[in-house]
């Protein structure tokens, strides 16, 4: 059998599962999450020491290490899946939920009602813990998956779905309301973008390359978790130490992340207060600044920022560092330059936070906090399976709600339409 011929086979049996598990009560598939949370504890060391193998093959390589990060799983990141798999297991079922209701005049009660999108791609780079905490929101939701994980982290995922299946076993779901895609290449990935027949939504996490393939060749919806162009604005009403605090975490505490801040906008009232303290804890933690020709002045000896550098996603220890005019600047700026994903403002001017908040045309935005809580575990979603920076069906983190559709049920007793 050749790659195409398998690869076919494992959706369309994900395809069949879909139906069942579409039926399942919240019960079913609290119990598998239960017993999931329970075989990745005993099998911890066993997921770390897989996860190393595949590490130390991209170390060799000479992977970015912005991309080792995001591939390894210790034991502080295969507890926080644990966690994630928890707080899923406590959130309500949105499958049959009533969205609205209504009587007609004519007597049709008609219900619009939660229920599963049916299968779900998920197409995605480095990171292994995407491959548990998609499938649990999928199944959870009522839904089939469909994981194409990046060959980096193949090890790695094999083992996760391998303990996911045996927990389906064991709850008598089918093993194949997941599965993992790990033959065929980059050619696979343009083949499973073909087969809409069987798989309902396609979810690229990536790179802007993968999800430019994606969306160029896909025959399935797509919702696009894009790049993060994220910005804090420092106003110049801002509390001076609330903003240092806010912008380091923004910027240093895990730069690899999609809502990491990259470009640090200052107003020009505050800056020759601001941006010296900042760049002392910038060089205090190795970040790399790139600044204005305004910021240059009273940052001389930093990188001068290209134009370039204002579309630019790091994903390292690099900050792009602009001084405005105004708030009004601010928000152009960021609505330019940004990719509608998280941005924040730190300022104790409740008018100007609020003409922030309202006119930055992005999934996420903040007043006084750091851009890193764009996180579905953050947000109380108990896990994410992305963050949508498209604007229909979905956008930001993505949990239960954001894996279902609806229907409308109508009951009648006879009505005709006249």
């Not at 910027?251 to 992340?257: D, E, H, I, S």
């Amino acid at each position: 059998m050749n790659w195409k011929d398998k690869i076919l086979e494992d959706i369309k049996r994900t395809k069949e599962a879909s139906y069942i598990v579409s039926k399942l009560p919240v019960e079913k598939k609290n119990t598998f999450l239960e017993t999931l949370v329970q075989k990745i504890i005993e099998n911890k060391e066993k997921i770390i020491k897989t996860n190393e193998k595949d590490v130390n093959e991209c170390i060799k390589k000479n992977y970015s290490s912005a991309f080792i990060d995001r591939l390894k799983l210790d034991e502080k990141r295969v507890n926080k899946m644990v966690k994630a798999i928890e707080d899923v297991i406590k959130l309500p079922d949105p499958v049959g939920s009533k969205i609205w209701e209504t009587v007609r005049p004519n007597g049709l009660k008609i219900e619009k009602i939660r229920v599963p999108i049916g299968v779900i791609g998920i197409i995605y780079e480095s990171r292994p813990d995407v491959t548990i905490e998609a499938s649990i929101l999928c199944i959870k939701s009522g839904n089939a998956v469909i994981l194409r994980g990046g060959k980096e982290a193949k090890r790695t995922n094999l083992k996760l779905i391998e303990i996911m299946k045996e927990s389906l076993r064991e709850n008598q779901i089918p093993e194949d309301t997941v599965n993992l895609i790990t033959l065929g290449g980059r050619k696979a990935v343009k083949y499973i973008l073909k087969l809409y027949q069987y798989i309902d939504l396609i979810i690229p996490r990536g790179g802007e390359s993968l999800i430019k393939t994606v969306v160029e060749n896909s025959y399935i919806p797509v919702i696009k978790h894009y790049a993060g162009v994220c910005h804090t604005y420092v106003d110049k009403d801002a509390n001076i130490e609330m903003a240092l605090k806010v912008v380091l975490n923004a910027k240093v505490q895990r730069p690899a992340t999609c809502n990491a801040t990259e470009t640090l906008l200052v107003h020009k009232n505050i800056a020759e207060i601001f941006l010296p303290k900042m760049a002392q804890l910038f060089e205090k933690y190795n970040v790399e600044m790139r600044g204005c020709t305004e910021t240059r002045k009273i940052l001389p000896y930093i990188k001068e920022a290209t134009e370039e550098d204002w579309y630019t996603e790091y994903l390292d220890l690099i900050i792009s560092i602009k001084i405005v005019n105004s708030l009004e600047e601010a928000i152009e700026h960021i609505n330019k330059y940004g990719t509608h994903h998280s941005d924040a403002i730190i300022t104790e001017n409740k008018e100007a936070a609020e003409k922030f908040l309202k006119e930055v045309d992005s999934a996420a935005v903040y007043h006084n906090a750091s851009t890193r809580f764009t996180d579905g575990g953050e947000f109380g979603l108990g896990a994410e399976i992305g963050i949508s920076t498209d604007k229909i069906h979905a956008r930001g983190p993505m949990g239960l709600e954001e894996l279902t559709s609806y229907k409308y049920v109508i009951y009648g007793n006879g009505q005709i339409r006249e």
